[in-house]
């Protein structure tokens, strides 16, 4: 990933991709205090444009004054930065990471005398889960890995060191033959996936974990406007067990990468076998819930609006 062509934004300054290095004391990769984003770009019908990036880049702002890391950038500098990553890097379809990190001018937890940084990198993304992808959706398992706790971790914040807890999860479901990795949070409840964000159907009524010990993603922001305003879904936050997942009609999880992937079975139960839902491994079905907001997901982040969409238009940002 480091010895290719590119530009990465570094504190206001463009560095060619692969001189792109910091100090191996640099305080992060100590510690993990840091914060960054995932924010995608996608070719639409009036060329590129960012999707959400006011959301990611107030998100990406509150993390660091929540880690108490004073930004020298506005959040219109940063969006603007990025909007040049993306032109200086001839990108359309693209997936950018602004991060904020702590320099390298001590070791000390106080971390006083520390310069606050933020760099941007982007790349293409492609299509980055195929379309057959993301009808056969996943397999996951519980994890006996429990997620963050508000008074453990700051859990609004996108917190560089809190992936160590999802890659413990991921990590060992994907070495036990599942796909992700269901997190409960300390008390048992239903948190996310190791990096998405969970939804069921029941009833025809939408359900997510409320905002505690998961993030508040900005892919389930959309799903919750989408599933209320163009399809006229109720959507309940709340408080979820592990097994009204096991018999829920449909699952789906939600990030700005992986966008709708359905959740096809957890811990080897299918979900939705007693609404008829195809195996796990099959497609899923065309007129469930899922595909249905898969669809304007899909429209809504190319900018292929209408009518019926173009109350999202606020959502892209021409890059
Ligand atoms: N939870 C975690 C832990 C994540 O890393 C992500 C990805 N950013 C999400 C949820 C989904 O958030 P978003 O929709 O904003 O990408």
Same mark, same amino acid.
């Given at each position: 990933?480091?010895?290719?062509?590119?530009?990465?934004?570094?504190?206001?300054?463009?560095?060619?991709?692969?001189?792109?290095?910091?100090?191996?004391?640099?305080?992060?990769?100590?510690?993990?205090?840091?914060?960054?984003?995932?924010?995608?770009?996608?070719?639409?019908?009036?060329?590129?444009?960012?999707?959400?990036?006011?959301?990611?880049?107030?998100?990406?702002?509150?993390?660091?004054?929540?880690?108490?890391?004073?930004?020298?950038?506005?959040?219109?500098?940063?969006?603007?930065?990025?909007?040049?990553?993306?032109?200086?890097?001839?990108?359309?379809?693209?997936?950018?990471?602004?991060?904020?990190?702590?320099?390298?001018?001590?070791?000390?937890?106080?971390?006083?005398?520390?310069?606050?940084?933020?760099?941007?990198?982007?790349?293409?993304?492609?299509?980055?889960?195929?379309?057959?992808? /993301? &009808?056969?959706?996943?397999?996951? =398992?519980?994890?006996?890995?429990?997620? +963050?706790?508000?008074? %453990?971790?700051? $859990?609004?914040?996108?917190?560089?060191?809190?992936?160590?807890?999802?890659?413990?999860?991921?990590?060992?479901?994907?070495?036990?033959?599942?796909?992700?990795?269901?997190?409960?949070?300390?008390?048992?409840?239903?948190?996310? /996936? &190791?990096?998405?964000?969970?939804? =069921?159907?029941?009833?025809?009524?939408? +359900?997510?974990?409320? %905002?505690?010990? $998961?993030?508040?993603?900005?892919?389930?922001?959309?799903?919750?406007?989408?599933?209320?305003?163009?399809?006229?879904?109720?959507?309940?936050?709340?408080?979820?067990?592990?097994?009204?997942?096991?018999?829920?009609?449909?699952?789906?999880?939600?990030?700005?990468?992986?966008?709708?992937?359905?959740?096809?079975?957890?811990?080897?139960?299918?979900?939705?076998?007693?609404?008829?839902?195809?195996?796990?491994?099959?497609?899923?079905?065309?007129?469930?819930?899922?595909?249905?907001?898969?669809?304007?997901?899909?429209?809504?982040?190319?900018?292929?609006?209408?009518?019926?969409?173009?109350?999202?238009?606020?959502?892209?940002?021409?890059?």
């Amino acid at each position: 990933i480091c010895d290719r062509d590119g530009w990465l934004w570094n504190n206001g300054d463009w560095l060619p991709w692969r001189e792109a290095n910091t100090h191996l004391l640099t305080h992060t990769l100590h510690y993990g205090m840091g914060c960054f984003e995932g924010v995608r770009a996608y070719d639409g019908p009036h060329g590129a444009h960012l999707f959400r990036v006011a959301e990611h880049t107030r998100r990406l702002c509150d993390s660091a004054h929540a880690l108490d890391m004073p930004l020298d950038w506005t959040a219109e500098q940063l969006i603007e930065a990025q909007r040049e990553c993306l032109a200086r890097n001839g990108l359309t379809n693209a997936y950018l990471k602004p991060t904020v990190y702590f320099g390298a001018e001590g070791m000390g937890l106080r971390a006083q005398g520390l310069t606050t940084n933020v760099m941007i990198a982007a790349w293409d993304l492609g299509d980055y889960i195929s379309p057959e992808a /993301a &009808s056969i959706g996943l397999r996951a =398992l519980t994890s006996s890995w429990a997620r +963050h706790h508000v008074n %453990i971790s700051l $859990c609004r914040a996108k917190t560089n060191g809190h992936y160590v807890n999802s890659m413990l999860a991921l990590n060992t479901a994907v070495k036990a033959g599942f796909d992700e990795a269901l997190m409960l949070d300390p008390e048992g409840y239903v948190a996310e /996936a &190791s990096a998405a964000n969970v939804f =069921l159907l029941r009833d025809g009524v939408l +359900h997510t974990p409320e %905002i505690t010990s $998961c993030l508040q993603g900005i892919t389930r922001d959309s799903v919750i406007q989408l599933a209320r305003q163009a399809l006229g879904i109720e959507v309940q936050e709340r408080r979820i067990t592990r097994d009204e997942l096991y018999t829920a009609d449909e699952a789906f999880m939600t990030g700005t990468a992986a966008e709708i992937l359905p959740l096809r079975e957890l811990d080897g139960r299918h979900i939705g076998a007693r609404a008829g839902a195809p195996r796990p491994g099959q497609p899923i079905s065309e007129e469930s819930v899922t595909a249905r907001l898969q669809r304007l997901y899909r429209r809504v982040t190319r900018g292929d609006l209408g009518d019926d969409l173009c109350e999202f238009r606020y959502w892209l940002t021409p890059a």
